[in-house]
Structure formats: C-alpha cells, structure tokens
C-alpha cells in the first residue's frame, strides 16, 4: 500500500472543547480515511505505485488525466500534516527557531496572526492555508480544495484545513472563531520547528 492512514497523535478527546471528539471521529476515520482508501485503489498496478506521496504529488499536480490521483493522495498528506500541526495546550505565541523568523518577517507574532487567520478567512470554498518556506523566505499562502504548496517547489511548514467538515460540528459557520482558536489554542511550534529542520 502506497499511503497509509496515519493514527492520530492524541486521543480523540485530547483536543475538546477546541475540535470535539465528534469531529475527529469524522474528519480522521471518515474523512481522511476515504481519501487514503480511494488513493489506494487508484494506484494499484499504476507505474506510481511504490513511489512516495511527496512524488505522486509532484508528478501529477496539474495533469488532467492525473486529477483523481492528485486530489485523493494530495488530501491524505495533507491531513496527515494537519493532524502534527495541533495538540493539546498548543497555540499562542512561538517558541524556538520559528519566534525569531515570524518576528523577522512580519515584525511580530501579532503581525502574522492577523495574516495567517486572514489566508484562512479568504480561502473562498475548500481548502488549506499554510505557513510555508520559499527559498528561505516564511509565507503564508492558501491553496484551494486538495492542492499543496509542494507542487510550487515550496516547504510547507503547517497547515489549517478549512474544509468545513473540519470545523463545521464545532464551530458552524464560524470560520474565523475555529482559525483564532487554532492559533491560540492548538499549533504545535514543535513540528514547525522540526519541519524548518528538516
Ligand atoms: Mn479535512
């Protein structure tokens, strides 16, 4: 099996009130795992088989014939990176490596709390907003539906998935709520950290 479905790395209460044991219920054994299911049925016996998620992405990112493919592996390696990016008694400001590039590229944490909730909030429809590298440079960038800055040569760093499965049992549609809550509440700057390491 090319793609796997990860475990969650906390229980599916660990993150209440902030996402319910509801939404994890649904948004990781439904969701996530149909993406996983169907990406897997999808490349058995193709010549992507055995290649990584982070090449099936890059190989078939934009190729019509390709689309079913992308969307299903794109969206399972996104929510597996989104699932790293939160834990309980994360958010607020950052810690290690990240706190002096944010206070760097937008002079401030408060500076890219209102950019990082902003890419969120004007993600029309699906999608995801990142904080990503580019060439050495932090960005926060959105994409729309499965896409993934790896297709633009980018590092991605974290993700929020504003699909509304994700926040609609806790929040409805209160986008903007789930994104400050995600900030002050749930980021893991551990894995940021590790990810600009890596
Ligand atoms: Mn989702």
């Known amino acids: 099996m090319a793609i796997n479905l990860p475990d969650l790395p906390y229980g599916k209460d660990a993150l209440t009130p902030y996402i319910g044991a509801t939404t994890l219920e649904f948004h990781h054994g439904k969701h996530h795992r149909a993406y996983v299911d169907n990406a897997n049925k999808l490349l058995a016996g193709t010549a992507l088989e055995n290649t990584t998620p982070e090449e099936i992405i890059r190989k078939t990112a934009g190729d019509p014939a390709q689309t079913a493919i992308f969307n299903n592996v794109a969206q399972a390696w996104n929510h597996a990176f989104y699932w790293r990016g939160i834990k309980p008694n994360g958010g607020g400001p950052p810690t290690g490596t990240i706190a002096g590039k944010i206070a760097a590229t937008w002079g401030g944490y408060d500076k890219f709390v209102e950019e990082f909730k902003n890419a969120g909030v004007t993600q029309f429809g699906s999608g995801?907003?990142?904080?990503?590298?580019?060439?050495?440079?932090?960005?926060i960038v959105k994409t729309?539906?499965?896409?993934?800055?790896?297709?633009?040569?980018?590092?991605?760093?974290l993700t929020i998935d504003v699909w509304e499965h994700a926040y609609y049992l806790d929040y409805q549609n209160r986008r903007?709520?789930?994104?400050?809550t995600f900030i002050d509440k749930l980021i893991n700057w551990d894995f940021v950290n590790a990810n600009l390491d890596r």
């Open 128 to 139: 995801w907003a990142w904080l990503v590298l580019e060439g050495g440079t932090l960005k």
């Open 176 to 180: 903007p709520d789930y994104l400050a």
């Open 144 to 157: 729309g539906n499965a896409d993934n800055p790896l297709t633009k040569g980018m590092k991605p760093l």
